[in-house]
């Protein structure tokens, strides 16, 4: 299994981004997916995640209402459209999959999840 995150950059405050994460994962309906993020120094910190139909999504508080996670089952993609950047959202951002029926709130814990990209990194100018 691979995931391939994509789409990271360097953007004003203000400003919008798109993140994308491409799975090669024959069942990718059978996962929840979900995105992290993590700065030097910090531990990684949940943003959002998503049930395996797209029918249900959980957000942080910190990315509540500037966010939206979205997927894309017929093309394995899993996506993050960030609105409203600020400069505390620069971080590498880093998509996960875990192979679970529902979504819950233990989906914001990282032990939770079975595959992890590579990273790609968002800085937010201010």
């Known amino acids: 299994v691979q995931l391939q995150a994509s789409g990271g950059g360097l953007v004003q405050a203000g400003g919008s981004l798109r993140l994308s994460c491409a799975a090669s994962?024959?069942?990718?309906?059978?996962?929840?997916m979900a995105w992290f993020r993590q700065t030097p120094g910090k531990e990684r910190e949940f943003v959002a995640a998503?049930?395996?139909?797209?029918?249900?999504?959980y957000y942080a508080d910190s990315v509540k209402g500037r966010f939206s996670i979205s997927r894309d089952n017929a093309k394995n993609t899993v996506y993050l459209q960030m609105n409203e950047l600020k400069p505390e959202d620069t971080a590498a951002y880093y998509c996960?999959?875990?192979?679970?029926?529902?979504?819950?709130?233990?989906?914001?814990?990282?032990?939770?999840?079975?595959?992890w990209g590579q990273g790609t990194q968002v800085t937010v100018s201010s």
């Open positions: 998503i049930a395996r139909t797209g029918g249900s999504t």
């Open positions: 996960a999959a875990d192979w679970s029926l529902y979504l819950g709130g233990s989906h914001s814990s990282d032990n939770r999840y079975d595959y």
């Open positions: 994962i024959r069942t990718f309906s059978n996962y929840i």
